[in-house]
């Protein structure tokens, strides 16, 4: 056979392969998710002696300290409401064995309340290793849609748990 019947067959193959099918867990997200971002990372230890898994850290309330540990990270989720302003949520994520799991969600008020237009949600940590627990991220909100430049938010989590939901003061 020669070069060119055989790059013929070779291009005919992919071409009519099958394509790869999309993923079913896609198909759970919401399309009305405009941003999610996940970063930070939280760490809480259980009490010595009890079994089962240390009970989750409520957000404003710093863990306990003693030896059986849990971890995970947190997500912000920024959903558009139909008049196009967003609610934006933030949860806390457990690390686990079969794969993550939500251990609280909350609406962030703060945002709710000024009925925004989200036009970004960014973390601090590009390279995704977060050195220290917490979270920091910045959301970019318009109060109308027509404004040129948006207004920035802060999410602030601090090694404690504490949460913060402020507008930054530049």
Same mark, same amino acid.
């Given at each position: 056979m020669s070069k060119h019947v055989l790059i013929g067959l070779g291009l005919l193959l992919c071409l009519t392969a099958p394509l790869p099918s999309l993923a &079913? &867990?896609? &198909?759970?997200?919401?399309?009305?998710?405009?941003? !999610?971002?996940?970063?930070?990372?939280?760490?809480?230890?259980?009490?010595?002696?009890?079994?089962?898994?240390?009970?989750? *850290?409520?957000?404003?309330?710093? !863990?306990?300290?003693?030896?059986?540990?849990?971890?995970?990270?947190?997500?912000?989720?920024?959903?558009?409401? !139909? &008049?196009?302003?967003?609610?934006?949520?933030?949860?806390?994520?457990? %690390?686990?064995?079969?794969?993550?799991?939500?251990?609280? %969600?909350?609406?962030?008020?703060?945002?709710?309340?000024?009925? *925004?237009?989200?036009?970004d949600i960014r973390t601090d940590n590009a390279n995704g290793i977060a050195r220290q627990p917490g979270l920091f991220a910045t959301v970019l909100v318009k109060s109308d849609p027509n404004v040129i430049e948006p207004d920035t938010w802060t999410i602030l989590i601090d090694d404690l748990g504490d949460l913060r939901v402020e507008r930054a003061s530049n």
């Open positions: &079913d &867990d896609i &198909d759970a997200l919401p399309v009305s998710v405009i941003f !999610a971002v996940s970063s930070g990372f939280w760490e809480e230890t259980g009490e010595l002696g009890l079994p089962g898994p240390a009970p989750a *850290p409520a957000l404003g309330k710093a !863990a306990p300290t003693t030896s059986t540990a849990r971890r995970g990270y947190y997500k912000v989720v920024a959903v558009r409401q !139909a &008049d196009r302003t967003a609610k934006v949520y933030l949860q806390q994520i457990a %690390s686990t064995e079969t794969g993550p799991t939500v251990v609280t %969600s909350v609406e962030l008020e703060e945002f709710t309340a000024i009925k *925004p237009y989200i036009t």
